[in-house]
């Protein structure tokens, strides 16, 4: 029997699967800061919330499936992330090694939740980017079957590059990014997160024209939900600001596509797939700044919307297990 977790910024979930069959276990909320835990409580809170789920299976469960919402070095040992932590940890903590002692299991195995959710897709296409937009922007990308990670698992966090905004709005949004490191990073910008707070921000200035003319006229705060819907029925105020979130993800995205042959780029997160508004906006973003040698056919082809449901860290870490098993150790 195989045990994976998923140790989102939000929820802790984990399945265990028998003869393959995927069993789902209980839904808890992730023990993070905001709780007023310290980085090493919350540790143990973790630690525990595990060994509760392996519970009885103890003696029939031989591998464990850990992916967790932040950076991971190549060796399981988990950073710290902006949702769960709040910091990044001054010492990593080695979550592989004390799963391993805690349940006396050598097959323990730690990725990031973004890394996990990349396996799902990774016999569909030879090369690929996963890209996430929910409440921040994560992307990781799958080169020949190969997830492109060094071992100190750094990469992928095209979220906290600097945003490219289109230039009549440049110095006129400042959004703090959940990093703790600068403002305006894709993730703060990009990002439902983002919607919302550039609505805010542009409402009484430089879009304060079709504010005045849209059904939000008259409040000073939205929710993402309520933009990206609002935009797809025609309203123009709320398209401006969508046009505007979406320009610093599309301009990253035509950089990397210039850069490096991908096959596929699949979107992700509750954003992108429960606003279709948000993706329009995104690809005529996209066509607008274009990629050198391609036609607008050879973008609309390579850019796709994943599964939309919650599973992906949970099936692709199953996936990740059943590559491991057949990999030479
Ligand atoms: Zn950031």
Redesign the pocket.
């Known amino acids: 029997m195989r045990i994976v977790f998923d140790i989102g910024g939000t929820s802790f979930r984990y399945a265990k699967y028998v003869d393959g069959e995927m069993v789902a276990g209980a839904k808890e909320p992730t023990p993070n800061y905001l709780q007023g835990h310290a980085p090493e409580e919350i540790n143990q809170l973790l630690l525990e919330g595990i060994g509760q789920a392996i519970g009885s299976d103890l003696s029939r469960i031989t591998e464990v499936g850990i992916c967790y919402a932040g950076p991971v070095s190549g060796q399981g040992r988990i950073l710290g992330s902006p949702t769960i932590h709040g910091i990044k940890l001054e010492h990593p903590f080695d979550l592989r090694a004390a799963v391993q002692s805690l349940a006396g299991i050598r097959d323990v195995w730690v990725i990031n939740d973004l890394s996990a959710a990349a396996y799902r897709y990774i016999d569909d296409y030879r090369s690929f980017e996963l890209i996430t937009v929910s409440t921040s922007v994560g992307n990781k990308i799958v080169i020949d079957g190969q997830l492109q990670l060094g071992s100190d698992g750094l990469e992928g966090e095209l979220?906290?590059q600097p945003a490219c905004l289109p230039s009549p709005f440049e110095g006129l949004i400042t959004v703090e990014?959940?990093?703790g490191?600068?403002t305006n990073?894709i993730?703060?910008i990009s990002s439902g997160r983002g919607i919302a707070e550039v609505a805010q921000q542009l409402c009484s200035a430089s879009l304060k024209e079709s504010y005045l003319c849209s059904p939000f006229k008259g409040r000073d705060s939205f929710t993402t939900e309520e933009i990206t819907a609002a935009a797809a029925h025609g309203d123009e105020f709320s398209q401006s600001v969508l046009d505007i979130c979406t320009y610093p993800l599309a301009y990253a995205l035509c950089l990397t596509l210039t850069s490096l042959y991908l096959e596929k780029v699949i979107l992700i997160g509750g954003v992108v797939l429960n606003s279709p508004s948000y993706f329009d906006s995104l690809m005529s973003n996209i066509m607008k700044i274009g990629v050198y040698n391609y036609s607008a056919k050879h973008l609309k082809d390579k850019i796709t919307l994943g599964f939309n449901d919650d599973d992906s860290g949970l099936i692709g870490m199953n996936r990740f297990l059943e590559k491991q098993q057949h990999s030479p150790k």
Do not use: D, S, W, Y
Request: hydrophobic residues 10%.
């Open positions: 979220g906290h990014c959940t990093c490191t600068g990073h993730g703060a």
